[in-house]
């Protein structure tokens, strides 16, 4: 779908506007214009973009051919960015990226992704109904579509936080192989997290110095502000992975412990029958033949005392070891 919103320099709002009319409105160097592409064909895209705006050929191929990390590249008369939006199952404790391609001029920017995003959506309904934020320009369009994608970090972080806490309590109470499963699933959210949060807040602090001519100077306060917040979940993102870490530690812990606890009791327990086990085999044995009647040895007496002796025996033991704190 492609979709166009156009702030003239009369000061009317316009959303019915044709493909066909893009060239007309560029020369308008005192409106806005606003493209955004979603679910779109590179077939559909490629034509506008390289006759229309005249982007570079390298640039219309990474935005539509290939996926990048957050990135921003200096084209002299337009910016080519990439920022990355997050999306989280915490039901099955997976995270995807979602790519969003923005190229940015002086008085229009354009937006193109595979998806729909919800930080996107946001804006472009913001513009509708106030004028205001297309009234100053591409850099402060830039500012908001980089602030809302930044904003929905923050609700992945607070899942990921709320899916530890889970963790944690079920790493005492049942630690099973599922626990051990979605704690390494959380490792890896945690490091797809970091690798997006790392290289995105070090765009925004480029666009926050004010190294490019299309970004106005008194801009770059605004970055250096989304600058915070990544620096800020980025911080966030560590603290996690070092929560994660710690249930892993403790869970092997609980496991380990709960190891030694089964092999304690099986120890007791041959311990305990080991007098037993000997006197069996000892009178068991038949490897000789007496040289005098043994009747003594076959005796209800006999019988009786051997008995007792099994008995007695693992009681005595038992009383032993708890006597000496071994149980």
């Known amino acids: 779908m492609i979709r166009i919103l156009y702030f003239s320099s009369a000061g009317e709002i316009r959303t019915a506007v044709a493909t066909e009319a893009l060239p007309e409105l560029l020369h308008d160097t005192e409106g806005m214009l606003w493209l955004d592409m979603?679910?779109?064909?590179?077939?559909?895209?490629?034509?506008?973009?390289?006759?229309?705006?005249?982007?570079?050929?390298?640039?219309?191929?990474?935005?539509?051919?290939?996926?990048?990390?957050?990135?921003?590249?200096?084209?002299?008369?337009?910016?080519?960015l990439v920022l990355h939006a997050v999306s989280y199952d915490i039901d099955e404790n997976d995270i995807d990226t979602l790519e969003l391609d923005?190229?940015?001029?002086?008085?229009?920017?354009?937006?193109?992704?595979?998806?729909?995003?919800?930080?996107?959506?946001?804006?472009?309904?913001?513009?509708?109904?106030?004028?205001?934020h297309l009234r100053r320009g591409p850099a402060h369009l830039?500012?908001?579509?980089?602030?809302?994608?930044?904003?929905?970090?923050?609700?992945?972080?607070e899942d990921i936080d709320v899916t530890i806490d889970e963790i944690e309590d079920q790493v005492f109470d049942n630690p099973a192989?599922?626990?051990?499963?979605?704690?390494?699933?959380?490792?890896?959210?945690?490091?797809?997290?970091?690798?997006?949060?790392?290289?995105?807040?070090?765009v925004l602090n480029k666009l926050g110095r004010g190294d490019y001519a299309v970004i106005p100077t008194e801009y770059g306060v605004f970055f250096r502000d989304v600058y915070d917040h990544l620096v800020r979940l980025y911080d966030i993102s560590e603290s996690l992975r070092d929560l994660v870490g710690g249930a892993l530690d403790t869970y092997l812990s609980v496991v380990?412990?709960?190891?030694?606890?089964?092999?304690?009791?099986?120890?007791?327990?041959?311990?305990?029958?080991?007098?037993?086990?000997?006197?069996?085999?000892?009178?068991?044995?038949?490897?000789?033949?007496?040289?005098?009647?043994?009747?003594i040895w076959t005796s209800p007496g006999a019988l009786a005392a051997l008995i007792a002796a099994m008995l007695l025996f693992p009681v005595g033991m038992f009383l032993w070891m708890r006597k000496r704190a071994w149980m």
């Open 102 to 132: 923005m190229f940015v001029g002086a008085n229009y920017i354009v937006t193109h992704h595979d998806t729909p995003l919800k930080a996107v959506d946001r804006v472009w309904n913001l513009c509708q109904r106030d004028e205001r």
């Open 256 to 295: 380990s412990n709960r190891m030694n606890e089964v092999m304690k009791t099986l120890t007791i327990i041959t311990t305990l029958f080991m007098p037993v086990s000997f006197l069996a085999g000892f009178f068991g044995m038949n490897f000789f033949q007496p040289v005098f009647r043994l009747d």
């Open 177 to 202: 192989r599922s626990v051990l499963e979605q704690i390494f699933g959380l490792k890896r959210t945690l490091l797809t997290l970091r690798r997006i949060i790392g290289p995105q807040r070090e």
């Open 38 to 80: 979603r679910e779109e064909s590179p077939e559909a895209c490629t034509p506008i973009l390289r006759d229309v705006f005249g982007f570079h050929p390298l640039a219309i191929d990474d935005a539509l051919e290939e996926s990048h990390v957050p990135k921003v590249d200096d084209w002299g008369k337009y910016l080519y």
């Open 142 to 157: 830039l500012y908001k579509l980089a602030d809302e994608v930044a904003a929905d970090y923050m609700p992945v972080v």
